[in-house]
């Protein structure tokens, strides 16, 4: 037994001689291993919503969720993968599951996804029935207490510098006054309520900064006002306040991020035009290897905007597409799993036309 032991530890030795790592604790991980933690909404939810005490509209864990790629729901508002799935991949890292999942299994050294389903900026988006951007960072800083006690308050520090928080936040906050009996609108210009939603994603960003944070990525805001779900649902003339509130979001979230590189020490970040770049895909589908750019693969109505995908809403009934790959959309508001494979490709190395000041690929890679 002895002899066994003694060439067990032999090649722990070679190999830790052999690959740069960096123990922590009870924990090696290799030298330029970069976690990544994720907050948002449905665009980057993996599953949050399954475990907290919402409604079905909030919810993607029926078939057929998932139906491509994991061949069942997971909670995903999709039919396969989500941009944060690709880039963990690109990353090499392992899926980063849903911050909630009560498992206990999670490997926080390689990152967490609280993102939310219908979540938004303010706390008055959708409330009660999400996780809105506030309690997202709670559970961040429940995260950040779990790595010190877990590889100690050094490295742990490290971890936090060199990994990527990746936010996509926004759309609800535009969509939810339009969809609910909120008279929000009627209290605020135009200005003042986007001000209202930068300004709350703003204190987030510097929280985490705070807590080490130093590498973004964000998305603007889709151009939510010509989705399928829209154009079904929502009055012309409404349809456009929602594209006039996104464009002005847009416009305000990237001159506060230039302000909060010269604010906050060692800010860096990346911020993808997700607007132009769905809006190209909608109107040239062909050119993007899809088939249908408008109609969405999974629900009833017209362009199959009724939010009804896997019939457990308010309204039952749904149609379901044979190959949602050839479709941008796979249900009202959500894009297919091929969509969000080349979006997550923009983010990763994107050119500075659609990604800029960094992609995600150069933010990892800068010391």
């Not at 877990?150 to 609800?172: D, H």
């Not at 209202?196 to 151009?223: C, D, Q, W, Y």
């Not at 779900?229 to 409404?238: D, E, M, S, V």
Request: one cysteine or more.
């Amino acid at each position: 037994m002895m002899g066994l032991s003694f060439h067990l530890c032999f090649l722990v030795l070679c190999g830790s001689l052999i690959i740069p790592t960096k123990c922590l604790a009870q924990t090696c991980l290799p030298e330029d291993h970069v976690a990544l933690f994720i907050f948002g909404d449905s665009l980057f939810d993996a599953g949050n919503n399954n475990y907290i005490n919402t409604t079905t509209d909030f919810q993607a864990n029926v078939w057929p969720y998932g139906e491509t790629f994991f061949k069942y729901p997971t909670g995903r508002p999709s039919d396969g993968r989500l941009i944060p799935d690709f880039i963990a991949e690109y990353a090499k890292l392992p899926l980063t599951p849903p911050y909630l999942h009560p498992a206990g299994y999670h490997r926080y050294t390689d990152g967490a996804n609280f993102a939310s389903s219908g979540a938004g900026a303010l706390v008055e988006t959708h409330p009660g029935f999400v996780i809105d951007l506030n309690t997202q960072l709670k559970y961040f800083k429940n995260v950040e207490t779990m790595l010190k006690r877990k590889v100690g308050e050094t490295q742990a520090k490290k971890l936090l510098s060199r990994a990527v928080y990746l936010i996509n936040i926004g759309g609800n906050d535009y969509l939810a006054p339009f969809t609910t009996n909120s008279s929000v609108l009627r209290s605020y210009s135009p200005q003042e309520y986007v001000d209202m939603v930068i300004g709350n994603l703003t204190t987030v960003i510097k929280e985490i900064h705070k807590k080490g944070g130093r590498k973004f990525g964000f998305l603007s805001v889709a151009p939510l006002g010509f989705f399928p779900y829209t154009k079904a649902l929502i009055a012309p003339g409404n349809s456009k306040q929602i594209t006039a509130l996104v464009k002005r979001h847009n416009k305000t979230l990237s001159h506060a991020l230039q302000i909060l590189t010269s604010q906050l020490k060692g800010f860096k970040y990346s911020y993808t035009n997700l607007y132009n770049s769905i809006t190209e895909r909608m109107n040239n589908p062909l050119k993007y290897g899809f088939k249908e750019g408008k109609m969405a693969c999974c629900g009833t109505g017209p362009y199959r905007g009724i939010p009804s995908c896997g019939g457990k809403r308010s309204v039952k009934e749904y149609e379901l597409c044979g190959n949602a790959s050839e479709y941008l959309f796979f249900d009202s508001i959500h894009p297919s799993e091929k969509t969000n494979e080349q979006l997550a490709k923009l983010l990763w190395n994107g050119n500075l036309d659609v990604t800029w000041p960094y992609n995600l690929k150069a933010l990892i890679e800068h010391k």
